[in-house]
């Protein structure tokens, strides 16, 4: 059996209010929230977070490849997958590469890893935007989502892979020219033309192939960028009414290529044994996929669910630093100097350390070192160190300052010292908070984060932020 063994998905915690999009430009903003990566954050660091929440719900089952999607890459010339490898702390010998440029790549990379043998981590995620008051920017929205594809022997199936079916034509939809910040996209009517007729040709194809018929679906994702065609599809697939899995627009918004595999983990989350799952994609054609939960869907616990995740958002966030943290309102910087660029030699050198967050203890005295070090600063040992994975221990925080000087593309930093479940002390910086809101002995846990970016080269390190959910 071949199937879906663990699956999550990271929404960030930051959510714009559409109304405030209208307040501001005074424009029709609309109902609900958007999900909105930090200043932080980029599609590289939320597929670490949602591999990272896979990975801790499949027992101990470990992928052989991983793949990463995106519309949004932080590099071209190089590949981002090998990042979050290297975060996850993945073997050497596990391939990595990227599938990206367009919304399409995410499912595609799903469908290879169902079609392949071996255990395929696949990592999709997006950054949704838009010219201030499109379509785009208020009804885009921001996540990743990580499933991790292999057979029974790797793991316990919770999703039975069962077939597919697919439809491809080439038409001019919705396209982003290499170097250009924004989509543009054709007339609704003539997409919605081009798509429906595809996703009768799709959606027989995959019924035909498995053996079942639309009544037989339990429940039904659809999703695409061409928002009327997904609702049209909707309604003319012939399920029953209650089937259709929620699109999650009035919260998080259109997630672009991750959204397929974020409804996806959303279903299988509340899923029961034995329930036969549609995935619809509309996406320059249209692919559709069956899956059918087994009973071990009954004893799969997600790390975080999709679900807590939506209610542990903040919704305060102002419009005018959304469109800072997009680069469309350029603000006073701290008056300061910028960073130097990362060196590319050091990290190198502490590959552990700098991506998988790995602090050494000493064998001797039971020390902990913040980056590792060759001599114990408790007792003087030398070379006696054993690798000591941090990312997954949560913290307390002990002491912390407000920092309204120091450069930040986001000021203020909020700079703290926290101490790790079972020894250890750190100084990092927060993320994700209210600096009026912090104290002390609040809990945190560790994310991935881009500090900053010099030159293009991105530099990303470990910050804290407080459990929710």
Not at 51 to 64: C, F, I, K, T, V
Not at 307 to 312: G, Y
Not at 357 to 384: C, E, L, N, Y
Request: hydrophobic share 40%; glycine share 8%; net charge negative.
């Amino acid at each position: 059996m071949r199937g879906i063994i663990s699956c999550a998905a990271y929404v960030p915690y930051q959510r714009l209010q559409r109304a405030a999009i209208g307040d501001v430009m005074a424009s029709a903003g609309g109902k609900g929230t958007r999900s909105v990566a930090s200043y932080d954050e980029d599609t590289t660091t939320m597929g670490v977070e949602a591999g990272r929440l896979a990975l801790r719900s499949a027992n101990g089952a470990q992928p052989d490849t991983l793949t990463f999607a995106t519309t949004v890459p932080a590099y071209l010339d190089k590949t981002n997958a090998t990042a979050i490898h290297a975060a996850l702390r993945l073997d050497s010998s596990a391939f990595a590469a990227d599938m990206g440029g367009a919304p399409r790549s995410g499912v595609a990379a799903l469908r290879s890893a169902l079609e392949r043998d071996g255990a395929t981590l696949v990592v999709t995620s997006d950054i949704r935007t838009g010219r201030p008051t499109s379509a785009d920017e208020r009804d885009g929205g921001d996540a990743a989502a990580a499933l991790l594809v292999g057979t029974d022997a790797q793991g316990a199936v919770i999703a039975e892979y069962l077939g597919c079916g697919s439809a491809t034509e080439e038409f001019l939809d919705r396209w982003r020219s290499p170097g250009d910040a924004y989509s543009r996209v054709w007339e609704e009517r003539f997409g919605e033309t081009r798509y429906l007729p595809l996703v009768d040709q799709a959606w027989n194809a995959a019924l035909k192939a498995v053996d079942i018929t639309a009544e037989q679906v339990d429940r039904l994702v659809v999703t695409g960028m061409h928002a009327r065609a997904v609702k049209s599809a909707a309604k003319r697939l012939g399920t029953a009414k209650d089937a259709l899995v929620d699109d999650l627009s009035a919260t998080v918004g259109n997630t672009g290529t991750a959204h397929a595999a974020l409804l996806l983990t959303a279903a299988l989350e509340s899923a029961a044994p034995g329930q036969t799952i549609a995935v619809v994609v509309l996406a320059d054609g249209v692919d559709v996929l069956l899956f059918r939960t087994t009973d071990a869907i009954e004893s799969f616990s997600p790390a975080r669910t999709v679900a807590a995740q939506i209610d542990a958002g903040s919704t305060g966030l102002p419009y005018s630093k959304f469109l800072s943290w997009r680069g469309m309102l350029e603000v006073e910087p701290p008056r300061r100097p910028e960073p130097n660029r990362p060196s590319a030699s050091a990290a190198g050198r502490n590959h552990d350390w700098k991506f998988g967050f790995v602090a050494a203890r000493d064998r001797t005295s039971d020390a902990m070192h913040f980056p590792p070090a060759r001599v114990s600063w408790k007792g003087g040992a030398i070379d006696d160190m054993e690798p000591a994975p941090m990312a997954d221990l949560p913290a307390t925080i002990v002491t912390f300052t407000v920092d309204h000087v120091s450069y930040s593309p986001s000021p203020p930093i909020v700079a703290a010292i926290v101490d790790f479940d079972g020894g250890g002390r750190f100084p990092c910086e927060l993320t994700d908070v209210d600096a009026s809101e912090v104290q002390l002995g609040d809990r945190v846990e560790m994310t991935f984060r881009r500090l900053y970016t010099v030159q293009g080269m991105h530099n990303y390190f470990w910050k804290a932020r407080p459990i929710r959910g």
